[in-house]
């Protein structure tokens, strides 16, 4: 409106807008949406694998809801809402499994903690808050999937990538050694310094595991991220 402020709108412009008002979708519905979703593309996975489908989504409803309860939206954090599309985006990551890659019951929940804390953790903002995100997503996993030792369930390196199998493989799969990963990237690098304008970037942990995370949000269907650098 002219001036600063709010002003009356018109009532022949307001009747060509309309409220709709959408109920939050109820834990059955969402129990059944994402078990549909998941179901289906776990039909060629072995059987364990299959099995694991509806206690992964209940795990995954459990600790979305225990996220969102708790790591609430406040004038300090505007980035703390957690909504349906962060539950879908878990899903999503989950869903770049492959039956080659995923054959034990042990890595595919990793696989789903792994996207858990891409999706939630990588959003807090505080180190305390991502100790207290580490104590829930651990208390969820015991409670799901007490049949599975914590201690291998969250066995370091704790990182999934496209390219844990080198740049001529583009399986998602699990990083099992940070020396592996650091000579993989490294060489890239210099194959890249070789034709392009060099980069001179030191490699360290915490810069593999960005690379990682970068390369996941970009192999998304539509994905992008904002990335802050403090220096």
């Known amino acids: 409106t002219p001036g600063a402020g709010s002003g009356p709108v018109n009532p022949r412009l307001q009747r060509l807008f309309a409220t709709f008002a959408v109920l939050f979708p109820?834990?059955?519905?969402?129990?059944?949406?994402?078990?549909?979703?998941?179901?289906?593309?776990?039909?060629?996975f072995s059987v364990p694998i299959q099995d694991l489908g509806k206690k992964l989504v209940r795990a995954a409803l459990s600790l979305h809801k225990s996220v969102a309860a708790i790591f609430r939206k406040t004038a300090a954090f505007?980035?703390?809402?957690?909504?349906?599309?962060?539950?879908?985006?878990?899903?999503?990551?989950?869903?770049?499994?492959?039956?080659?890659?995923?054959?034990?019951?042990?890595?595919?929940?990793?696989?789903?903690?792994?996207?858990s804390e891409r999706v939630y953790s990588d959003k807090l903002a505080t180190h305390a808050d991502a100790r207290r995100y580490q104590s829930l997503v651990q208390e969820h996993a015991r409670r799901h999937f007490a049949d599975i030792p914590a201690a291998e369930l969250f066995q370091p390196p704790f990182l999934f990538c496209h390219f844990a199998n080198g740049l001529e493989s583009?399986?998602?799969?699990?990083?099992?050694?940070?020396p592996d990963l650091w000579g993989l990237v490294t060489s890239s690098l210099q194959e890249y310094n070789e034709t392009h304008p060099a980069m001179d970037l030191v490699l360290f942990e915490d810069a593999l595991r960005h690379i990682c995370r970068i390369a996941r949000v970009l192999a998304l269907p539509g994905g992008h991220g904002m990335i802050v650098g403090l220096g």
Do not use: M
Request: aromatic fraction near 14%.
């Open 170 to 178: 583009s399986a998602y799969d699990r990083v099992f050694s940070l």
């Open 26 to 44: 109820s834990d059955e519905a969402l129990t059944t949406i994402y078990s549909t979703i998941l179901t289906g593309h776990l039909r060629a």
């Open 78 to 115: 505007l980035n703390y809402d957690f909504t349906l599309s962060h539950l879908s985006s878990v899903f999503q990551g989950v869903l770049l499994s492959s039956p080659e890659q995923f054959a034990n019951p042990l890595k595919f929940v990793q696989l789903w903690l792994h996207e």
